[in-house]
């Protein structure tokens, strides 16, 4: 300290601004130190610039909090009890770009029940497409009035 005293004002000046930042730094690494330990298992930091935009009244409160929780949750479907994990949840809000107003409704077994439902009911949706089309082309398709014409038998014309 005492070398700090002596010399020029500038010498003095510079000296003093690298002690500052010097204890800066030790202050900033020792607070991140402390929110790395307050991390425990079953959470994850949040990467609020990876997140989508959200304009629907405030932020939920894992962005406020700074770091996703396991989350309990019972399942719409069968009633099962789940947790949808923080490492999960990160992944669907800044990877997948989840809204954030969204939260888990369904167990793994009953997600994947539900995809392969509604890709039958695609699958189906698009057959009764093309044989609609096949039997347009092929001028087979039984003949349906127009919403006008419909409107004129009523009307009596």
Not at 81 to 90: D, L, M, N, P, V
Not at 136 to 157: D, V
Request: contains cysteine; aromatic residues 8%.
């Amino acid at each position: 300290m005492r070398a700090m005293m002596m010399g020029s004002g500038k010498r003095r000046r510079t000296a003093m601004l690298a002690a500052r930042r010097l204890r800066r730094s030790r202050k900033l690494a020792a607070a991140q130190r402390k929110q790395f330990e307050l991390l425990l298992a079953g959470t994850a930091p949040v990467d609020t610039g990876r997140l989508r935009a959200y304009h629907s009244g405030p932020h939920p409160e894992f962005v406020r909090c700074g770091f996703y929780q396991d989350l309990h949750f019972r399942c719409i479907d069968c009633g099962a009890e789940g947790i949808w994990t923080a490492a999960r949840q990160k992944w669907w809000y800044e990877v997948a770009g989840g809204e954030l107003s969204s939260r888990a409704r369904r167990c793994a077994a009953c997600r994947a029940y539900e995809r392969l439902r509604k890709a039958e009911a695609r699958s189906r949706m698009l057959a009764g497409l093309e044989q609609k089309a096949a039997l347009t082309k092929a001028g087979e398709l039984p003949y349906h009035r127009g919403w006008s014409e419909q409107r004129s038998r009523q009307a009596g014309g």
